[in-house]
T-cell receptor, first 114, second 111 residues
Framework: SQTIHQWPATLVQPVGSPLSLECTVEGTSNPNLYWYRQAAGRGLQLLFYSVGIGQISSEVPQNLSASRPQDRQFILSSKKLLLSDSGFYLC?????????????FGNGTRLTVT | DQQVKQNSPSLSVQEGRISILNCDYTNSMFDYFLWYKKYPAEGPTFLISISSIKDKNEDGRFTVFLNKSAKHLSLHIVPSQPGDSAVYFCAAPNTGNQFYFGTGTSLTVIP
C-alpha cells in the first residue's frame, strides 16, 4: 500500500509571506494526486487535482497554486499568504490506484497565518 | 455549489446506542459514495463505501444505506463506542474522479 508524506506538520507564517507545502507518495506510480483544505468549521474543500506531471486542475479561484514536478511529488504554494489561507491542508491519492478507489490521505499540515 | 451536504454539524449519542449520520447529494451522476472518519490533527481514514447499484452495505458495526430517489445516504453505527467519537465525512467522486466531501458531522459518543 502507498504512503503519503506531508511536511511540515505545523506551520505559522505571517501575512504576506510565501508558502511551500510538499507532498510525496511512495508505493505507487502515476497516481492521481489531490490537495484538500479543511478550514475552521468547514468541510474538506478540493483545491487542486493532478492526473500527471505538469497537469494541474484548479477547483476554486484562490491565492494558492500547485505544481507537480515529479510523478510522486505534489507541491502547494503561495507567493503571499492571506489570513484566510489558514487551515488544515491534506494531500491525497487513490488507494489502490484505480477508477473507483477510496482516497488515502496524508497526516496533513496545520497552517496558521498571523 | 455544495454537491454533497451534511446538514447536521454535530451529534451526541449514548454508548451502546445507534448513531445515524446523514448525507444528501445533488449530482444524480454520482454512482459511488464513501464515508470517512477523521480525528483531530490527522488525515481522514476511509470507513465504508457503497455503489449506486446497491442500497445497503455492511461492515461490522458500520452500515451505509443509499436512497437514490431521495439522493440521500446514511451511516449507521451499532453499537456506538467512545472510540467512534470523531468527525465523519461523506464523499462522492464525479466522472473525472474528483472527490467531493460534505462539511462533516462531529459525533460524540458519551460513555
Amino acid at each position: 500500500s502507498q504512503t503519503i508524506h506531508q511536511w511540515p506538520a505545523t506551520l505559522v507564517q505571517p501575512v504576506g509571506s510565501p508558502l511551500s507545502l510538499e507532498c510525496t507518495v511512495e508505493g505507487t506510480s502515476n497516481p492521481n494526486l489531490y490537495w484538500y483544505r479543511q478550514a475552521a468549521g468547514r468541510g474538506l474543500q478540493l483545491l487542486f487535482y493532478s492526473v500527471g506531471i505538469g497537469q494541474i486542475s484548479s477547483e476554486v479561484p484562490q491565492n494558492l497554486s500547485a505544481s507537480r514536478p515529479q510523478d510522486r511529488q505534489f507541491i502547494l504554494s503561495s507567493k503571499k499568504l492571506l489570513l484566510s489561507d489558514s487551515g488544515f491542508y491534506l494531500c491525497a491519492c487513490p488507494t489502490p490506484a484505480g477508477v473507483r478507489s477510496p482516497l488515502h490521505f496524508g497526516n496533513g499540515t496545520r497552517l496558521t497565518v498571523t | 455549489d455544495q454537491q454533497v451536504k451534511q446538514n447536521s454539524p454535530s451529534l451526541s449519542v449514548q454508548e451502546g446506542r445507534i448513531s445515524i449520520l446523514n448525507c444528501d447529494y445533488t449530482n444524480s451522476m454520482f454512482d459511488y459514495f464513501l464515508w470517512y472518519k477523521k480525528y483531530p490533527a490527522e488525515g481522514p481514514t476511509f470507513l465504508i463505501s457503497i455503489s449506486s447499484i446497491k442500497d445497503k452495505n455492511e461492515d461490522g458495526r458500520f452500515t451505509v444505506f443509499l436512497n437514490k430517489s431521495a439522493k440521500h445516504l446514511s451511516l449507521h453505527i451499532v453499537p456506538s463506542q467512545p472510540g467512534d467519537s470523531a468527525v465523519y465525512f461523506c464523499a462522492a467522486p464525479n466522472t473525472g474522479n474528483q472527490f467531493y466531501f460534505g462539511t462533516g458531522t462531529s459525533l460524540t459518543v458519551i460513555p
